[in-house]
């Protein structure tokens, strides 16, 4: 069965290549709009709206579509805007408990299967400088949260209890569970 990906994030793309899976990218462009006031819930709905997207076009194929969000003090906390953004968000979560939530959906349209799921995993960031966190405001734009606990050089996340995978926006543990279902 084909896979495609319902995503442009080359983090999911990697950790889905690392999974030994054979897959095609093609980048649903819809608004990231939801009327959801919980995060798991807009992960979800956001999923599943990006692979709704695709699977139209290739009812055929097992389509993937994902979501991540940060949540932190009550707030929810996707990809900044600009830097200034940015430096918001990094000064909501500076020395924080944070949770990182991944919504995945899983469609093939004419074997008329759909799941969808989340992942939480609670991240701890430093307690930074604001210099520091104006030098992070600028490298990570397009990341939920504006941190990207993944390359070497961010210093922000100093604990995890949960999934990596996860923070970094593709829930493998949940994702090998779902795929059972189609394969």
Known sequence: MRIILASGSPRRKAILKKLGYKFDVINPTIKETTSKKLPHKIVQELALKKAFSIAVLYPDALIIGG???VYCKGKILGKPKDEKDALKL???????WQSVY???ALICKNKNKLLVGYDKTLCKARNLDLK????LSSKNLDKAGAYAMQDKDDCFIKEIKGSYDNVVGFPSELFREMIKEFL
């Open 67 to 69: 979501d991540t969000l």
């Open 90 to 96: 990094l000064k909501i979560e500076n020395n924080s």
């Open 132 to 135: 520091t966190l104006k030098n």
């Open 102 to 104: 991944s919504g995945l």
